[in-house]
């Protein structure tokens, strides 16, 4: 069973430029999960989807922070304009039902740095 | 008060000790509860799930939930120099919605 792709695997852009990071989960797996990890710090929840709608976006910077899962599958997720305290590793992740007694699998995440 | 502590360490055990890793959560309505393993410059990667009170053992691995002191840990037996990573206690609360801890980082010494 194929895991959790994510690509770029790597990023760099200057401050004010956008950047898009492409997650495609394990197939089947019903709930997407975008977290945000700096540098010595655990996992922060950006947004979270079931299928293809929204459950939780509330820590997601909405302002410059964007993402959508469309039919239901991959996800891309968008920042724009970038901010040096966007540099960060973005990693997305899958759980196969939604009732919560489920593991969430990783990608390999994407390491941003923003310059 | 954040949703999910945990002590940030370094824990420092010698090797062959039982490393103790301890997570407390504030959502009581709490369903279910997973330790997470990452490497430096790694991806989480689950080592252990739990759902209900009481302990589960998996090899080396033991897990123990208490949810009315709203308490999780994780045990590690024989600790090994490879068990040296950051340890992430995850709390999957209502709508599914999976929470992280800041990690404990944990360091096996030979």
Not at chain 1, 68 to 82: F, H, M, N, Y
């Amino acid at each position: 069973e194929a895991g959790v792709a994510q690509s770029p695997r790597y990023k760099i852009i200057e401050k004010r430029q956008s950047v898009a990071f492409w997650c495609n989960p394990i197939s089947g797996h019903a709930t997407l999960y975008w977290y945000q990890q700096i540098l010595g710090q655990g996992p922060k929840l950006l947004i979270q989807f079931q299928n293809n709608g929204v459950v939780d976006d509330s820590q997601l910077p909405k302002d410059r922070f964007s993402a959508e899962r469309l039919k239901g599958v991959d996800s891309t997720l968008k920042i724009q304009p970038a901010k040096l305290e966007d540099s960060a590793v973005y990693l997305c992740a899958s759980s196969l039902r939604v009732d919560g007694n489920t593991e969430a699998f990783f990608g390999q995440g994407t390491r941003l740095t923003v310059v | 008060q954040k949703e999910v502590e945990q002590n940030s360490g370094p824990l420092s055990v010698p090797e062959g000790a039982i490393a103790s890793l301890n997570c407390t959560y504030s959502d009581r309505g709490s369903q279910s509860f997973f330790w997470y393993r990452q490497y430096s410059g790694k991806s989480p990667e689950l080592i252990m799930f739990i759902y209900s009170n009481g302990d589960k053992e998996d090899g080396r691995f033991t897990a123990q939930l208490n949810k009315a002191s709203q308490y999780v840990s994780l045990l590690i037996r024989d600790s090994q120099p490879s068990d040296s990573a950051t340890y992430l206690c995850a709390v999957n609360g209502g709508g599914n919605k999976l929470v992280f801890g800041a990690g404990t980082i944990l360091r096996v010494k030979s």
